[in-house]
């Protein structure tokens, strides 16, 4: 009789133990299949379709983060073409630099007003002289925020005899602001830019 009642003890606490391992078995297979679904929900999330010419042609979107240096870059590229891309008029200098304002604060409204008050752009008007910029490389501290940048570029200034090509580096910071607009639509600001080094680099005459 005892022998009985221990194989009935025996029995049931392998019952036991086999239903608390099921149980467990349950709850880490239902754990993986939500953690699967939310995964795949996501992925989901992140791929878009795009009809293009009558074709479904699938894109896969990332967060911003990953793509965050390449629209600094962008952010900072643009500002110096808006603010060193003239032509000798008034009106289209002025539209110009409204359009770099846009993406830096009072730092480059004051270089512009120099500028202005020592009758560079003038000087740029009366004498017909364009002025290009070419972005060589832009260097970003990704490290610390507001982000550091310095800006390596060829700067030409043309004329109807003659070419000038200066050596142009800035150097600033850049933020995050937090709406996008159509004028700044990258939603960035630059800081504290100021201009390191703008020196001629070498003439080249134009035959007539």
């Known amino acids: 009789m005892f022998t009985q009642f221990k194989n009935i003890d025996t029995a049931f606490k392998h019952i036991k133990i086999f239903s608390i391992f099921l149980i467990l078995a349950n709850m880490l297979t239902m754990s993986f299949?939500?953690?699967?679904?939310?995964?795949?929900?996501?992925?989901?999330?992140?791929?878009?379709?795009?009809?293009?010419?009558?074709?479904?042609?699938?894109a896969v979107a990332s967060d911003r983060k990953s793509n965050l240096p390449v629209e600094l870059r962008d952010h900072i590229k643009t500002f110096h073409h808006y603010f060193f891309n003239l032509d000798p008029d008034e009106k289209a200098i002025?539209?110009?630099?409204?359009?770099?304002?846009?993406?830096?604060?009072?730092?480059?409204k004051k270089q512009y007003d120099n500028l202005r008050e020592s009758g560079y752009y003038n000087n740029l008007i009366s004498a017909n002289i364009s002025q290009e910029i070419d972005v060589d490389s832009i260097t970003l501290d990704m490290n610390e925020y507001p982000y550091l940048f310095t800006c390596y570029a060829t700067q030409k200034l043309i004329r109807s005899s003659s070419t000038v090509t200066r050596k142009l580096i800035?150097?600033?910071?850049?933020?995050?602001?937090?709406?996008?607009?159509?004028?700044?639509p990258h939603g960035f600001l630059i800081q504290r830019w100021e201009t390191l080094e703008n020196q001629d680099a070498d003439s080249k005459n134009v035959q007539p």
């Open 170 to 184: 800035t150097q600033g910071q850049v933020r995050s602001i937090k709406t996008q607009t159509d004028n700044n």
């Open 33 to 58: 299949c939500i953690f699967k679904s939310y995964q795949m929900v996501d992925e989901a999330q992140n791929r878009v379709h795009i009809l293009y010419n009558g074709k479904v042609l699938e």
């Open 94 to 108: 002025q539209a110009q630099i409204a359009k770099a304002l846009y993406l830096a604060d009072e730092s480059a």
